[in-house]
């Protein structure tokens, strides 16, 4: 298996990523703008061009190319499982050189930036395992701006379902204009205070306009976006119909005395993008 | 209105602009966010006058080519992150256009009435649109102390925008408007 080979797939995964936004983020965002008018109108015409320009010239959307984050699956007939996490750090490093990346690792300690997106548990590898022998990987770099407005609520479970939503709805309005909207809010409702983090996380890898599977919660997610849009935060903070694109929940069994609610914001650059590694080491990336 | 505005900006031009109002912008301005605002209220001297360009909260992404800095991607950062610096920034520097986005609080919509400035917004995100606004690189300060994205990066700009004048110097703020409704 070459592994240069596979670094330079995993290269081309990222800058993909940067570059080129999936298809129903983009439909989303033309949807938005048809139906703005003013201000609203403007901050999403300048989106829909900027994207269109990062797509054509190869370069990244946004200066903040975020913390380097994957969501690998493992078919645990790979060959080469004990490799992959070298392959994807040697990648992340080539990257920041090759695109180029904006060097985002800083020691929290000492201030100091590490210049090449390494550092402490980063980039951020989230492993799973499955049957067969492909490795599948999602790059989702994570920007700071959005990240920095997540929360996690440990509520009392007696506020009930009712609560559960008005704590989503009055923390995006809360944050406004901050997580550069119209976003995509991912929430995780359950489990521990990690867990339900890690949901909502992992709930803004569904594409938008793609409800849960689960009509209640699909409900719920139906729900959410029509009363946050009614804040009239709308694009940038500045006013407007258009404050989320898309509510994405997941959820998990809770303790009896918990009732955790991992709020995970995401800016309109909803960065993602796959590819597939084989056992004899070709791949692709879409 | 729409104006199309040549940096540094006097006074009676930056009355001229209200909450709404489209602005242009070219001249020089340079970048500063949370540790940058921090060392040069800090500094009695800084290598720059910033009173004849526009602060820009922003966080480039930048490549160094046969020895001279180019943009590749130059959007906006959260400006709220730097509420706690700006009323002083802004008197201590003379800072009358502030460009950012997301909003700003009541200590620097105060300090924009106080000392006639206003903050603009622009679009988040957009960074490789804002980049081909950028003609120049004119300069980097604190560059190996603190990193790409924390220096003061100095850009010579032509037509910067559009930017949505979001808080102007009557105290009038586009974030404060929507909050109340």
Same mark, same amino acid.
């Given at each position: 298996m070459d592994q240069e080979h596979i670094k330079k797939g995993i290269v081309e995964l990222i800058q993909k990523a940067e570059t080129d936004l999936p298809s129903d983020i983009v439909n989303a965002l033309k949807n938005a703008h048809e139906i703005e008018t003013g201000i609203a109108k403007i901050q999403l015409e300048a989106i829909l061009k900027n994207i269109e320009l990062a797509k054509e010239t190869k370069? /990244?959307?946004?200066?903040?190319?975020? %913390?380097? &984050?994957f969501f690998v699956t493992v078919? %645990?007939? !790979?060959?080469?499982i004990l490799e992959l996490k070298t392959l994807i750090e040697d990648a992340v490093k080539i990257a920041t050189i090759q695109i180029p990346l904006r060097p985002n690792t800083v020691n929290?300690? &000492?201030?100091? =930036?590490?210049?090449? =997106?390494?550092?402490? *548990? %980063?980039?951020y590898v989230n492993w799973e395992f499955t049957n067969g022998s492909d490795v599948l990987i999602t790059a989702f770099p994570k920007g700071g701006g959005s990240e920095n407005m997540s929360k996690l609520g440990m509520l009392k479970?007696?506020?009930g379902l009712d609560g559960v939503k008005n704590f989503i709805v009055d923390e995006i309005i809360k944050v406004g204009g901050n997580p550069c909207p119209p976003t995509i809010v991912g929430v995780g409702i359950g489990g521990g205070a990690d867990l339900a983090l890690k949901l909502g996380k992992k709930a803004?890898?569904?594409?938008?306009?793609v409800h849960s599977k689960d009509n209640k919660i699909a409900e719920i997610e139906t729900e959410l976006i029509k009363r946050i849009n009614? +804040? =009239?935060?709308g694009p940038m903070g500045l006013?407007?119909?258009?404050? #989320?694109l898309d509510v994405h929940i997941e959820m998990a069994h809770r303790h009896p005395a918990s009732l955790p609610v991992g709020i995970v914001v995401q800016c309109w650059a909803n960065r993602r993008a796959h590819m597939i590694i084989h056992k004899d080491g070709n791949w692709e990336v879409k | 209105m729409e104006y199309h505005y040549t940096l540094p900006v006097d006074k009676e031009k930056i009355k001229k602009l209200k909450v709404g109002d489209i602005l242009y912008l070219t001249g020089k301005i340079f970048t500063a966010r949370d540790e940058t605002h921090h060392i040069m209220l800090e500094?009695?001297?800084? /290598? !720059?006058?910033? +009173?004849e360009m526009a602060l820009f909260h922003c966080g480039p992404l930048m490549k160094k080519d046969k020895g001279h800095w180019h943009v590749i991607s130059a959007g906006p950062t959260t400006s709220s992150r730097m509420e706690i610096f700006e009323d002083e920034f802004i008197k201590k520097f003379g800072t009358n256009i502030i460009i950012g986005k997301g909003g700003m609080g009541e200590r620097t919509e105060n300090a924009l009435q106080k000392y006639t400035g206003v903050y603009v917004a622009y679009t988040g995100g957009a960074g490789a649109l804002a980049a081909d606004k %950028?003609?120049? #690189?004119l300069g980097v300060y604190w560059l190996e102390e603190l990193g790409m994205p924390e220096a003061a990066w100095i850009f010579k700009v032509k037509? !910067?925008?559009?930017?949505?004048?979001?808080?102007?110097? *009557?105290?009038?703020?586009i974030y404060k408007k929507l909050k109340k409704r």
């Open positions: 370069r /990244p959307m946004c200066q903040d190319t975020g %913390i380097q &984050t078919g %645990i007939g !790979f060959p080469k929290p300690l &000492t201030g100091l =930036n590490h210049k090449d =997106n390494i550092g402490a *548990y %980063i980039p479970p007696g506020v803004l890898l569904r594409p938008v306009g009614k +804040s =009239n935060i006013g407007g119909k258009t404050t #989320v | 500094k009695d001297k800084v /290598p !720059f006058d910033p +009173s %950028i003609e120049e #690189v037509e !910067f925008g559009p930017l949505i004048v979001a808080i102007d110097s *009557y105290g009038e703020s």
